[in-house]
């Protein structure tokens, strides 16, 4: 089949106008329905076409050698939505091979997305960027089932770098076109970290059923590790107890398993923490700090960990714990960073500082916002409220409170 895009493609390769194209060959009205795909033009006329823009017939063509390409990047997708890393680079490698000299811009389009979805799953974004931005060259030549798949993975790449909101955007962008179970996954993970917990827990719902289909059951536990989170946040601690044990019991029959441990104590460690039952927060906590061979990455975990301790009184250890998490973000200016830093003035006693003020608006609150990270945002309004009360800046501490009263209505 001759896609219509591939002619406007060599002709604004060309440099050629509709009208400078058409020339004694067919009208500039038929034209544009041949690059709309509106019609299917004659093969006359295609030669015709084809001899003005300097190219073959078979240029418009896809050979059975394309065919063959076009199959091993779909193997490599499922691969990588497999999330199997060795097996993604060895398609990579075997790819780029072939895709050299390749002049079929939907094939190059299609190798360039799938390039950038395995970078982004190696976490080299650098690269998928790079990828993006051949794909991007092409993609007012392409169809429309292509177009969504741009969004897809550009908003996935938004999405790594914490850029929740824009994230979204590119994601609904791509829902007409993009049906697939990981898609619903990803979209609830955005829904998620946005606070826009009705629409995470309906995706959520919509890619485990497909997920359960396809017999995906490793994808099966990510919902459930997802759905726990939501219904922890919505207060429906039962709920997400349930899911977080039914996670527990299917990683059992998986390989590789320890970093989905590690997630699912932290969270469980997290509902105990919202019940306010301090003893049992910890034993979580510290059973996800435990699996791990290292503390590296485990920063947030610490912070729980310290501030349930403060909780018990527990100071020592607490600020112990504190120093560790510290120390291991290496001076790196993030969320668990100020986190850390916000609990260590609280452990200190030093909550009526003006120091302690200062960190909260100048520092804490522009990076949680820049990372809508809204329940922290929250947190910081609800501090400075209670700061400015303490201060006796009674209508200082009002709009505070007020600002953390609007963060609150964003979780629906």
Known sequence: MIRGEKIKYFREKNKLTQKELTSGICSVPY???????????????LILLC??????????????????????????????????????????????????????????????????????????????????????????????????????????NEYLKGHFQKALELYLKASEYVNEPEYHYQLALIYSRLGKITLSIFHSERAMEEFNKNILFFKVVDCYILLGINYNRINEHATALSYFKKALKGIESLPDIGHLKIHIYHNIGIVYHKQKKPWEAIDYFLKSLNVRKDLQGGELTIYLLASNLF????????????????????????????LLKILQFQVQKRRNEED?????????????????????????????????????????????YCEANSVESSFI
């Open 31 to 45: 034209l544009s329905k041949v690059e709309n795909n509106s019609i299917v033009p004659s093969r006359e006329i």
């Open 356 to 400: 302690y003020k200062i960190f909260l608006e100048e520092t804490a609150l522009p990076i949680f916002k820049q990372k809508d990270e809204f329940m922290y945002i929250r947190m910081c309004y609800e501090q400075l409220g209670d700061y400015y009360y303490r201060k006796k800046q009674y209508k200082r501490s009002s709009e505070c």
């Open 311 to 338: 909780q018990l009184n527990e100071i020592e250890d607490a600020t112990r714990w504190i120093e560790k998490g510290l120390v291991l973000l290496k001076g790196e200016l993030n969320e668990t960073y100020c």
């Open 51 to 156: 001899k003005r823009l300097n190219i073959e017939y078979d240029d418009l063509l896809q050979s059975s050698s394309s065919d063959g390409i076009k199959k091993m990047i779909f193997n490599w997708y499922e691969d990588i939505k497999a999330r199997n890393r060795p097996a993604s680079a060895d398609h990579y490698a075997a790819i780029e091979k072939k895709i050299k000299g390749i002049t079929d811009i939907e094939l190059l389009t299609m190798f360039h997305l799938a390039a950038t979805r395995h970078f982004l799953l190696i976490r080299e974004f650098n690269k998928a960027e790079e990828q993006l931005a051949f794909a991007e060259k092409y993609m007012t030549y392409m169809p429309k089932e292509i177009e969504g798949y741009y969004f897809y993975f550009s908003g996935l």
